[in-house]
């Protein structure tokens, strides 16, 4: 089955057709192969979810992860409407995830995915399945939580693409003032 999307998806990919969705006012592209509502199995949506807490954990952000429950379902769903590859991504992960913790116990397994290094340069394909889970769905989430506010825990107060909050008088501005 994961050999047969594969191949679909290049196929596809190759001839450069796009299946288009509406919703409310904006376009969103969408996978010809992408189910209408993505949903993962349960086990695999609570695996993601305690990969992204222990995200949280990991790095010491500041925010409780919590609130953003919603929104990383939300970005599952996402990832599938545009490839529908992610699915079996998201349920590799977890059978990894997994095998660590029956391996290494917490919080050494999540640790081990997230230092371990590539033996190959980032840019290569992946070569084992912690590389792959890596490559396409911890380095993302992890990506994806900084974005999401985690880049104050480093002393940062801003992130490109990221508004702090409303401009109210004596607050703090939640922008760069100009130089």
């Known amino acids: 089955m994961q050999l047969l999307i ?3 998806e290049q196929a596809l990919d190759a001839s450069g057709f796009q299946a288009w969705d509406y919703e409310m006012y904006q376009r969103r592209v ?10 993962l199995p349960d086990d695999v949506d609570q695996a993601m979810w305690e ?20 929104r990383l379902r939300s970005f599952m769903a996402d990832r599938i409407s545009l490839n529908p ?37 980032p840019t290569a394909p992946p070569e084992t399945e912690l590389e792959f889970v ?14 999401l506010g985690g880049f104050k825990a480093f002393g940062a107060i ?5 508004f702090g909050g409303a ?13």
């Not at 095998?99 to 050494?108: H, Q, S, T, V």
């Not at 401009?167 to 130089?179: H, M, T």
């Open 6 to 8: 594969a191949i679909l």
């Open 30 to 39: 969408k996978h010809v192969l992408s189910p209408l509502s993505p949903r």
């Open 51 to 70: 990969l992204f807490k222990a995200i949280s954990d990991f790095w010491q952000l500041d925010a409780d992860p919590d609130e953003y429950r919603v």
């Open 85 to 121: 590859a992610y699915a079996e991504f998201y349920g590799l992960a977890k059978r990894l995830i997994d095998r660590l913790i029956a391996r290494d116990g917490l919080p050494k397994a999540y640790e081990s995915l997230f230092t371990n290094k590539p033996r190959h340069a």
């Open 134 to 147: 890596q490559v396409y769905v911890a380095n993302e989430l992890i990506a994806w939580r900084i974005a």
């Open 158 to 162: 801003n992130y490109r693409g990221y």
């Open 167 to 179: 401009n109210i008088d004596g607050q703090p501005i939640p922008y760069r003032p100009k130089g």
